[in-house]
């Protein structure tokens, strides 16, 4: 949807969503509708994550937007770091439906920033900015001032915009069934399947274990959030750094504020050097975490450290993950990064699901060997992408452009069917009037 109408309306429409489910969980009684609700608000705030990698790739070249993925990802980090605190502080003294009140007070907030002060920035809209939106696409502010003239002459300002066709409202399924994108998104909801499966589990260990309460439960994940925070301008600025040594070896000329063209660029293993480690350093983490929440009696801040530098490493793979997705797909990239969102709640909740049988049948050392087993082995997937992907990628492009020459073909044709109608319509009344003339002459 915004990578064909914009951000913005993208956004608006999220939060209306995210709104409305939180007042209905806030007031519900029924579980079957209660059920409902958090799947329908589920649906509105996870849109926003994907509209963030569409606004970076809107903003950011490839040298520098491993930086800003990191900067837009920190707020989804805060989010294991201060939800299970802040959800047990209202739970505990305010009762469980405080927080989807909370909720709407701060998306309402959120909502009330964008209608006013946040700008389009789809590249198929705006271009590089200096088109103006349609008026009921402009922020408020803007729309009072009258600020709905382009920003240059507009004959030069409409080349920004992408000539090629805008993607269509289901575009992060085709994304899906490409020999790259899956293989990379496969892998990547792998890695977040695996790390859901420790997360949920820890509420239970933590209670059975230490009989703690919410709020002693909450800080608990203070580690997880610490961790994936700390690791997105690290990691970030690696991706970048990476990059330009690639573009040297290349060749490349990096000029600031002017996109990269990665035709002929290895641009899978420019980021997936970065994260490959990254996800291996993760999979030594969850090993001895398991084995250490297996004791009778587990020492809690090793597991807590063992937590954080997890959190980290994953963090870091899913940022490079997320880069790499949005490079190979520069015209809809939000559709890219939904198409992410699609595989790993859909392996996510399959995790979550699996985690209290596994860990009733094998225990925790076990299960979390296993993960670690499967990660490493479907590690091979980004190794596939690193080797193939630059030859998968040609093919697209080439495929894409045949596909754009026939379309500007039927374009051409029917234009000029148009003038020919136009102009035998003319030849028509033309020769009408000399009739007419020539009759009133005699």
Not at 13 to 20: E, K, L, P, V, W
Not at 68 to 81: K, V
Not at 351 to 377: F, M, R, Y
């Amino acid at each position: 949807m915004s990578d064909r109408f914009g951000r913005r309306p993208a956004y608006l429409a999220c939060f209306a969503i995210f709104i409305g489910a939180n007042i209905g969980l806030a007031l519900q009684t029924d579980y079957a509708t209660l059920l409902v609700l958090r799947c329908l608000q589920s649906s509105g705030s996870s849109g926003t994550i994907a509209l963030s990698s569409g606004v970076v790739s809107d903003l950011a070249t490839r040298a520098e937007r491993g930086s800003y993925i990191g900067l837009a990802a920190l707020g989804q980090s805060l989010g294991p770091a201060l939800g299970p605190v802040i959800g047990g502080l209202l739970t505990r003294f305010l009762g469980w439906r405080s927080i989807f009140w909370f909720l709407t007070i701060y998306a309402g907030v959120m909502l009330t920033v964008f209608v006013g002060f946040i700008p389009e920035t789809c590249r198929n809209i705006v271009g590089n900015g200096s088109v103006a939106p349609q008026n009921w696409n402009l922020p408020l502010v803007a729309y009072l001032r009258c600020q709905t003239g382009p920003k240059e002459d507009l004959s030069l300002a409409l080349k920004t915009v992408q000539r090629k066709q805008r993607p269509g409202l289901l575009s992060s399924i085709p994304i899906l069934f490409e020999k790259e994108g899956f293989l990379i998104l496969l892998y990547g909801g792998l890695l977040y399947a695996g790390f859901y499966i420790i997360l949920a589990g820890l509420t239970a260990q933590l209670a059975s274990t230490y009989h703690y309460n919410s709020i002693q439960i909450g800080l608990c994940y203070l580690p997880l959030g610490f961790g994936a925070m700390g690791s997105r301008p690290v990691v970030g600025r690696l991706i970048d750094w990476n990059f330009r040594r690639h573009a040297r070896i290349q060749g490349l000329e990096i000029v600031k504020s002017r996109q990269q063209n990665i035709d002929h660029f290895p641009i899978e293993r420019a980021r997936l050097e970065v994260g490959l480690p990254l996800v291996y350093l993760g999979c030594a983490t969850f090993i001895p975490y398991g084995w250490v929440m297996g004791l009778k009696h587990p020492p809690l801040p090793v597991a807590l450290v063992l937590l954080f530098f997890n959190a980290f490493a994953l963090s870091g793979s899913f940022q490079t993950m997320n880069v790499l997705i949005i490079d190979c797909n520069p015209v809809s990239s939000a559709a890219a990064s939904a198409a992410f969102n699609l595989v790993r709640c859909l392996l996510g909740a399959g995790g979550v699901a699996a985690v209290v049988p596994l860990l009733n049948k094998i225990g925790s050392g076990w299960t979390s060997t296993l993960i670690a087993a499967v990660l490493i082995l479907f590690s091979s997937f980004w190794w596939a992408a690193i080797i193939w992907g630059p030859r998968w990628r040609e093919e697209k492009r080439q495929r894409e452009e045949k596909r754009s020459g026939h379309d500007e073909e039927k374009e051409e044709k029917v234009l000029n069917e148009s003038l020919s109608a136009i102009e035998d319509g003319v030849a028509v009344e033309t020769r009408t009037a000399h009739g007419a003339d020539a009759g009133s002459q005699k």
